[in-house]
């Protein structure tokens, strides 16, 4: 893709997940900086021996199961964390570590990312309205765009997987935040897992890896900061 100064699409979705690996929080506007979206994945359940809970293992990360039954939002600059049961804990009260600890069955506390980022791969994860209808269609069945934990989907009338096309590109979303797409996100187990009211679903991940080497949408880095809205125009240039 190559036509300068096209409209790819707008703005369907903004995600953000305070926690990483955990659910989080839809949201109409968002501010970007140089790390993504503000406060996006910032935090993350580490356990006695450093490692950050995750849906894989890793030299960083612990699988952790569950994690999907949790969720977390900011109020202000402070992550607060539900529980299954509805419960809601402040991310600054050192109650929400006990909790965490009692309900997962070992050691672990809500840690603030330091030196090294929590992400698994990039700043901003990217999918499309045109990618969904194609996995859908072939699946037989309707995939909700949460399984892929994306900050961004953007509604495209493009056919196929819009955003591999995309990469090496860079994008203007809404009037000053632009994007350098740099590379597909490889996917993992937690594609498959529950959420909500998503079902278990083992075919998802075994479609990407059979006929999408094992990727699905795309990453991105930020090289224009700004604000990002719902409905917001993606431009490429």
């Not at 021996?49 to 952790?64: A, H, L, V, W």
């Not at 056919?159 to 990469?167: A, M, P, R, S």
């Not at 809404?174 to 959420?195: D, K, T």
Request: hydrophobic share 35%.
């Amino acid at each position: 893709m190559d036509n300068k100064n096209q409209i790819v699409g707008k703005v369907k979705e903004i995600r953000r997940f305070p926690v990483k690996s955990i659910l989080g929080e839809l949201l109409q506007t968002v501010s970007i900086d140089k790390r993504g979206l503000v406060g996006d994945r910032l935090w993350a359940i580490k356990n006695m021996n450093g490692k950050f809970g995750s849906g894989k293992t890793t030299r960083r990360f612990q699988q952790m199961d569950g994690l999907f039954n949790y969720k977390a939002r900011y109020e202000d600059t402070t992550p607060i964390i539900t529980m299954p049961d509805g419960t809601d804990y402040r991310g600054d009260d050192n109650a929400v570590n006990e909790k965490l600890s009692e309900r997962l069955g070992y050691q672990v506390t809500l840690a603030r990312e330091e030196s090294i980022s929590h992400f698994d791969e990039g700043p901003i994860s990217i999918i499309t309205t045109s990618a969904l209808r194609k996995v859908s269609q072939e699946l037989g069945e309707a995939v909700d765009p949460r399984r892929f934990r994306a900050n961004l989907l953007i509604d495209t009338d493009s056919t196929g997987c819009l955003e591999d096309h995309l990469v090496n590109q860079l994008i203007l979303v809404g009037p000053s935040v632009i994007l350098r797409v740099v590379a597909p996100l490889q996917r993992c187990i937690m594609v498959n897992n529950s959420q909500e009211e998503l079902k278990q679903d083992t075919r998802l991940l075994r479609y990407l890896v059979n006929n999408h080497e094992s990727t699905f949408g795309v990453w991105a880095k930020v090289e224009s900061f700004g604000k990002i809205n719902i409905d917001d125009k993606i431009i490429l240039v």
